[in-house]
């Protein structure tokens, strides 16, 4: 069993930047892919990084390519999402997800992840 909880959320006007973390429980956290998704109000639940296990491989959804990096340390059972660049249009609540499968293949689903966190808020003020 693993359990995630975020931080980092806040209010960031356009331009701004925020650092997202998310803290795992569980011995087996390393051996985990890790995600970022977002979802807006009103929108589903969309991919927006992640990671795999040992932090070499990464993926970005277009929108955010250059803006945000994804990163891990093992060590401290925690994954990060810096965001900068922030857009008003990157307002969501942010989820971190664990994908306990081993592989880092279709990341970009969130049906790939058994665990997730309960999410932290960000808003891009105008």
């Known amino acids: 069993q693993v359990q995630l909880v975020e931080s980092g959320g806040g209010l960031v006007q356009p331009g701004g930047s925020l650092r997202l973390s998310c803290a795992a429980s569980?011995?087996?956290?390393?051996?985990?892919?890790m995600g970022w998704f977002r979802q807006a109000p009103g929108k589903e639940r969309a991919f927006v990084a992640a990671?795999?296990?040992?932090?070499?491989?990464?993926i970005y959804t277009d929108s955010v390519k250059g803006r945000f990096t994804i990163s891990r340390d093992n060590a401290k059972n925690t994954v990060d999402l810096q965001m900068s660049s922030l857009k008003p249009e990157d307002t969501a609540v942010y989820h971190c997800?664990?994908?306990?499968?081993?592989?880092?293949?279709?990341?970009?689903?969130?049906?790939?992840?058994?665990?997730w966190g309960q999410g932290t808020q960000v808003t891009g003020s105008s």
């Open positions: 997800a664990a994908d306990s499968s081993g592989h880092f293949r279709n990341v970009r689903s969130p049906a790939q992840y058994d665990y």
């Open positions: 569980g011995r087996t956290f390393s051996s985990y892919a």
């Open positions: 990671i795999g296990w040992n932090g070499v491989g990464t």
